[in-house]
């Protein structure tokens, strides 16, 4: 038997086949191309189409497939909101992968909630019962399993952390994506950037002579670690908001864990410590002593193992 776990991202499908034992046997990534729209769920589920059949001849027999999208999985009607992926603000994905999937169980859920699985699963989760998935990249999310179980909220929305207001006063740029994401997400880092940049007129350091629309988080952190000051500075405030972030975190949800993925975590790993250093200036005093922050232990790949595991739970229910 064999679990068939697939992650859809903003740019590429990363799709990978498990044994229960959540063993890897094969792992595909494909880029999307620019793909929108219906063409995306076409894509996919030319994608499974493929893994099936890959997997019958290796004697592999998928017997589940769980999926992880970027946005909102709506577990009442099977759609999904996607921002990144154009054309996406209700679409039937679910319906889609059962046709091409037949007698296969199909289960669908958010990013987010799938990294928090896959490190329960295999990751640095594992025998937590209470524990956070905060993934900082492009965006920021969060997956959350309070009891074991992933909280999703009324309408499947909970863990959308890159709008918790860290900030004052309210601004017109935080509409968009939120407080926290504008400040401390990887394009959060590139902007806070430019912006340092404006107003310090005086500043001659490594990231003058770039193209300030052209910045991006990996340019900061590579000048960071060159010893420049302007970088200094935007990494040290994104190090406060992290810190922030994980204090309201724990208060909220007393975790045993508090998980860091994502692009950005990443070359950001080594703030960790600093992250807790900052966070114990505003946490509930009990609870920030219960909570360990690490690293992801899945890296990129949590995703596709929360799907896989998304997978098994989904047969399991059967």
């Known amino acids: 038997m ?3 776990g ?36 076409r894509f996919i589920t030319g994608q499974i189409s493929g893994l099936l059949d890959f997997a019958e001849v290796k004697g592999d027999k998928i017997e589940s497939i769980g999926i992880s999208v970027p946005g909102i999985s709506n577990t009442g009607t099977g759609t999904v909101w996607a921002p990144n992926i154009p054309g996406w603000t209700d679409y039937p994905l679910l319906s889609e992968v059962k046709k091409s999937a037949g007698r296969i169980p199909v289960a669908v859920d958010s990013d987010r909630a799938c990294c928090i699985l896959g490190e329960s699963w295999q ?38 952390v890159g709008w918790m207001a860290l900030n004052r006063p309210f601004t017109n740029s935080y509409i968009e994506c939120g407080c926290f994401e504008y400040h401390a997400s990887g394009e959060g880092l590139a902007k806070v950037t430019r912006q340092l940049l404006d107003s310090e007129k005086d500043y001659n350091g490594i990231l003058k002579v770039k193209e300030p629309a052209n910045i991006s988080s990996h340019d900061v952190f590579e000048a960071y670690e060159a010893g420049d000051p302007l970088a200094d500075k935007a990494v040290g405030q994104a190090v406060v908001y992290w810190g922030m972030a994980v204090a309201n975190l724990v208060s909220i949800f007393n975790p045993e864990k508090i998980i860091f993925g994502g692009g ?48 098994l739970k989904n047969l399991n229910k059967m």
């Open 6 to 41: 697939i992650d859809l991202g903003a740019t590429k499908l990363a799709s990978a086949i498990f044994n229960n034992d959540g063993k890897l046997i094969h792992k595909e990534n494909a880029l999307l191309n620019n793909r929108e729209g219906s063409a995306v769920g």
């Open 123 to 160: 990751g640095n989760a594992r025998g937590c019962r209470d524990a956070i998935f905060v993934a900082v990249g492009t965006g920021i999310g969060a997956g959350i399993i309070v009891n074991g179980e992933v909280l999703r909220g009324s309408h499947d929305v909970a863990g959308a």
């Open 264 to 311: 950005v975590f990443g070359p950001a790993s080594r703030f960790i410590p600093a992250i807790m250093e900052e966070a114990r200036k505003w946490a509930q005093p009990v609870g920030i002593n219960q909570v360990s922050l690490e690293l992801s232990g899945l890296g990129s790949s949590a995703g596709v193992y929360g799907a896989a595991f998304l997978a």
């Open 2 to 4: 064999a679990l068939l």
